[in-house]
């Protein structure tokens, strides 16, 4: 059987664009290579009030003097909705670690590249990994960099692949996971703050689905 992301035996509708609401910080102790980093996000299938996940995670970083790379080791607690009216949810527990580091193209290219590995402890489900690399660029309009009132066009693509193919109770994933592109606008509001607004399309083997995404960052 293969095990397509219905959370549940609902059918999602694809042509309904849902909303993920979410928020991002970081921040580096002082005086140190540590900090720490997570995001709280409400996802719906719908711009509000059908949950598909709420997603809490945080992590210890170390970011080691002038390597420019920025690890971090973290847990993430994840409750899945299920499409429609159903209120039936699932668990989901996980560690990851990842690297990200960042560069500079030209005067206004700023590119970041992040891998993740995550173990994954689903509810009723096997142990499972999943292999993430994710591509940003960000593109300021008005300034020659991402500085106060800038504004910036944001890009991403993210793909992943499991580790595992067999999930348990006779139950497979394709080794292809899903592919995220996203496309928005963003506002720099002051050093360390900024928001986003913008669109992402979701795909898997099975379908795809397009979402709403307002998003603030915050490193302090």
């Given at each position: 059987?293969?095990?397509?992301?219905?959370?549940?035996?609902?059918?999602?509708?694809?042509?309904?664009?849902?909303?993920?609401?979410?928020y991002f910080f970081n921040t580096q102790f002082k005086n140190s290579d540590f900090g720490i980093q997570g995001d709280l996000q409400h996802r719906n299938w719908n711009v509000l009030g059908d949950l598909e996940q709420l997603l809490v995670r945080t992590g210890v970083t170390y970011t080691p003097k002038n390597s420019g790379i920025m690890f971090t080791l973290g847990y993430a607690n994840i409750t899945t909705g299920t499409f429609g009216d159903s209120t039936v949810s699932t668990n989901e527990n996980r560690i990851y670690q990842e690297g990200l580091f960042s560069q500079k193209l030209g005067g206004r290219f700023f590119l970041t590249h992040r891998f993740r590995y995550e173990q994954r402890f689903v509810?009723?489900?096997?142990?499972?990994?999943?292999?993430?690399?994710?591509?940003?660029?960000?593109?300021?309009?008005?300034?020659?960099?991402?500085?106060?009132?800038?504004?910036?066009?944001?890009?991403?693509?993210?793909?992943?692949?499991?580790?595992?193919?067999?999930?348990?109770?006779?139950?497979?994933?394709?080794?292809?996971?899903?592919?995220?592109?996203?496309?928005?606008?963003?506002?720099?509001l002051k050093p360390g703050q900024r928001f986003q607004l913008g669109w992402m399309?979701?795909?898997?083997?099975?379908?795809?689905?397009g979402q709403l995404?307002?998003?603030?960052?915050?490193?302090f």
């Open positions: 059987m293969l095990w397509s992301i219905s959370y549940g035996n609902a059918q999602i509708d694809q042509s309904k664009t849902g909303a993920w609401y979410m509810e009723n489900q096997d142990f499972r990994t999943r292999y993430r690399y994710n591509l940003f660029l960000n593109i300021p309009l008005n300034k020659k960099t991402l500085e106060k009132n800038a504004i910036y066009t944001a890009f991403y693509n993210e793909i992943f692949v499991n580790g595992q193919t067999n999930i348990g109770n006779n139950n497979t994933v394709a080794l292809f996971d899903r592919n995220r592109t996203y496309l928005g606008l963003g506002y720099v399309n979701q795909k898997t083997n099975n379908w795809g689905k995404q307002f998003s603030f960052h915050h490193n």
